[in-house]
């Protein structure tokens, strides 16, 4: 799993990169109180993240995504 900041459709979001098709998964919107990578990683969360991104394939594919940064491991 990677994690990643990007803007679609003009909103800012974060999240993983998972997949051999680099799918996005928007973490931001699946774990209320954690609004950003850095935020993630204080809280010790990767752990939860994992969890969401590790079931079926629910990511997005990342065409249309504008300034993807994928963070690297800390």
Known sequence: MK???WTHDGRAAWGAVVGAD?????L?????GVDSVAALLASGGLAAA???VAGPA???PGGG???RTT????
Not at 22 to 26: E, G, I, Q
Request: net charge positive.
């Open 71 to 74: 963070h690297a491991r800390p």
């Open 3 to 5: 994690l990643a900041s």
């Open 50 to 52: 994992r969890a969401l």
């Open 22 to 26: 680099d799918a996005l998964v928007d």
């Open 58 to 60: 629910h990511g997005q």
């Open 28 to 32: 931001g919107a699946r774990m209320s």
């Open 65 to 67: 995504v504008r300034q």
